[in-house]
């Protein structure tokens, strides 16, 4: 499976931007498909995951702005980033997992249970 996000830039703050991710080579509805971020020296964390059946979870930092949406049958998910904030700059990373989880298994912010990866994309946020 290939993930392929695109729509990363250069944004003011309070701005907004949206990300998407195509997935393909799949022969099945990917369980989950989530978004991550990383910044230097520090460690990747959720920003948000959906399942197929269109239950999200948001970190913390980004709910009530951040919003995102899946179309099971054209593989894609998107990331509607909202009244960003500086602090939102880093590289954000679409991801899927194949087989149901948990909402804690979902949940784990690292990423770890996600089977796959795309490329990664740079937000930046200027103030």
């Known amino acids: 499976v290939q993930l392929q996000a695109s729509g990363g830039g250069l944004v003011q703050a309070g701005g907004s931007l949206t990300l998407s991710c195509a997935a393909s080579?799949?022969?099945?509805?990917?369980?989950?498909m989530g978004w991550y971020r990383q910044t230097p020296g520090k460690q990747r964390e959720l920003v948000a995951v959906?399942?197929?059946?269109?239950?999200?979870r948001y970190a913390d930092s980004v709910k009530g702005r951040f919003s995102s949406s899946r179309d099971n049958a054209k593989n894609t998910v998107d990331l509607q980033m909202n009244s960003l904030k500086p602090e939102d700059t880093a590289v954000y990373y679409c991801?899927?997992?194949?087989?149901?989880?948990?909402?804690?298994?979902?949940?784990?912010?690292?990423?770890?249970?996600?089977?796959?990866w795309g490329k990664g994309t740079q937000v930046t946020v200027s103030s």
């Open positions: 959906i399942t197929s059946g269109g239950t999200t």
């Open positions: 991801a899927a997992r194949r087989l149901a989880a948990t909402a804690l298994t979902l949940a784990e912010g690292t990423g770890r249970n996600m089977d796959y």
């Open positions: 080579g799949n022969r099945f509805v990917l369980a989950a």
